[in-house]
């Protein structure tokens, strides 16, 4: 009886987890085809115009375009930044190395509240007007560190000795590191900055204490939820929720292709 219930209970439990992860994205996509008016709290009827026009609703579209400029501009300086660094934490010995890797990994356990007011004091004290640029910086902050930790692990998993054989045939470092180490690197660096990229777009705390009058899709997201968020958010939510689904499903299918091609071999 016991090794029945035993059985039984792991899948029942991970169903009902399950469940509740995917009910607040179910409700997301339910309401987008909500015909709304001023408010999207009570289901109206069914229509299918806020997908034939998801900028009807004022702002929604220009704050969508701010997010994906921020989280392009942030995750592009901090994976450059963040191999860079990793790169030296594994490679190289010096001084205060392992200062220097305590406050690389330090944004991952500050809480936001923290991070967020600490870099609002330092643009005020410099004098800087708070907009794109310093939500770009803030946000390169902390997703520098998901770079440095994703990457680093990858960079001390390289086999050194097959930089050491591509120098043994007179191979430069330069041309070492763009012929082997960086190819070996790209699996790293690709899921360091899809990471950044995702953690970007969905900032809101340091994004609010640092954007000033500039808007993101999930400032836009809050200050609406006070009078009910227009169904055209949920149509761009939707959206991104199925464009992510299908990046994951076709990596997945592409690795397993590959793993299946070189099986068959």
Not at 232 to 244: C, D, E, K, T
Request: charged share 10%; hydrophobic share 55%; glycine share 6%.
């Amino acid at each position: 009886m016991r090794q029945r219930i035993g059985r039984w209970i792991i899948p029942v439990f991970g169903g009902l987890a399950f469940v509740y992860l995917l009910v607040p994205i179910a409700y997301i996509f339910a309401f987008s085809f909500n015909d709304a008016g001023r408010t999207n709290l009570v289901w109206r009827g069914f229509t299918l115009a806020n997908w034939l026009d998801p900028c009807g609703a004022p702002q929604v579209c220009q704050s969508l375009v701010n997010s994906l400029q921020v989280s392009v501009a942030a995750t592009l300086a901090a994976t450059v930044l963040g191999t860079a660094i990793a790169l030296g934490l594994v490679r190289y010995r010096f001084r205060f190395r392992n200062t220097a890797d305590l406050l690389i990994i330090l944004p991952l356990a500050t809480p936001e509240v923290v991070l967020g007011a600490s870099l609002l004091a330092q643009f005020l004290n410099l004098g800087w007007n708070l907009g794109f640029a310093t939500v770009v910086i803030a946000h390169t902050v902390f997703c520098m560190a998901f770079v440095v930790v994703t990457v680093r692990a990858r960079v001390a998993g390289l086999d050194p000795k097959l930089e050491e054989a591509a120098s043994d045939l007179y191979a430069s470092p330069l041309a070492t590191f763009r012929k082997v180490t960086l190819p070996l690197l790209l699996p790293g660096i690709v899921a360091a900055a899809l990471l950044s990229f995702a953690m970007s777009f969905d900032d809101f705390i340091i994004t609010n204490f640092n954007s000033g009058s500039f808007d993101t899709f999930p400032k836009f997201i809050y200050v609406a939820a006070t009078r009910g968020i227009p169904a055209q958010a949920n149509v761009i939510g939707s959206s991104m929720f199925l464009l992510a689904l299908c990046v994951v499903v076709t990596g997945q299918v592409i690795s397993y292709r590959k793993r299946k091609a070189l099986a068959a071999r």
